[in-house]
């Protein structure tokens, strides 16, 4: 069934949505994109996620398309035209359509696109149950990791990587330590603390990773947040990821190496439920 999704003020089946082959998003990957999940109908993070939007785009040098309010009316109602319970909405706004030039145009029109994606059963997701394997590899993409970017393609090769070794994603490490997943951010639990790393421009600041770890303070858990080796992965009781389509995932193997038990520990298990039972409660 063709979904309905959003163009630049229009709603469209997805069969007639058309973007400028002169976008910058396309020639350039000059655009930003988000991601919110959908649980029982409702928007998860919400607000944290316009809140991440505007601040990439303003390290882009680019303005907030719409109002955050009409924002979100925007994705209230590609949920409901499109029938959504459990799954995705994903936005990206682009500089907009200009005539070939590494320059930025003067004045250029935004381009906004938004969809969805159903994804009934999110919060049961098996490899919650089982646990998920990753690989390392060199993380070779560009310095400013913070701002959410359309340049994907890095990322992209590293869950083809992991794909070929028969695992299921990557973890990126720089200068001999963890940045983040390809598309998560990357956590160990040693001595009974969760590490994770620190903020900056190496890694995506992640709006479940802010959830998450404000969830896990107010349960009394111990949180450092620095940089940590894939050996360390290896040895710690425990490893999960955070993102905003898998929640809290733990982390079974590492490079082949078992972590704790191989089966997901009981700090990622509880971390899960709770983001989960909190989200349902505060989603819009």
Known sequence: MSRT???NGDYLPEEEAKVSVFDRGFLF????????????????????????LARSL???????????DDLLEI?????????????LVYLQVTRGAADRDFAYPEHPVQTMVLFTQAKPGLAD???????????SIEDQRWGRRDIKTVQLLYPSMGKMMAKAAGCDD????????????TSNNAYIVKDGAIVTR???????????????????REAQMKVEERPFTIAEAQQAEEAFITSASAFVMPVV??????????????????????????SRRAGV
């Open 125 to 135: 997701a098996p490899m919650a149950r089982s646990g998920m394997k990753v690989i």
């Open 170 to 181: 990557a973890w990126m490490v720089e200068d001999g330590h963890v940045t983040e997943g």
């Open 29 to 52: 990957a000059d655009g930003v994109y988000e991601v919110t999940s959908v649980l029982g109908g409702k928007l998860i993070d919400f607000p944290g996620h316009a809140r991440r």
């Open 75 to 87: 994705h209230r109602e590609l949920v409901r035209a499109n029938g959504i319970g459990d799954g």
């Open 5 to 7: 999704v959003y163009v």
């Open 253 to 278: 193997e590492i490079d082949g190496e078992k972590v704790g038990t191989g089966t997901p520990g009981p700090v990622a298990r509880r971390l899960r439920e709770i983001y989960i039972e909190e």
């Open 58 to 68: 303003g390290e882009l040098d680019m303005k907030m398309p719409v109002p955050e």
């Open 198 to 216: 620190q903020l900056g421009t190496e890694i995506l600041h992640g709006i479940t990773r802010a959830a998450v770890l404000r969830f896990a």
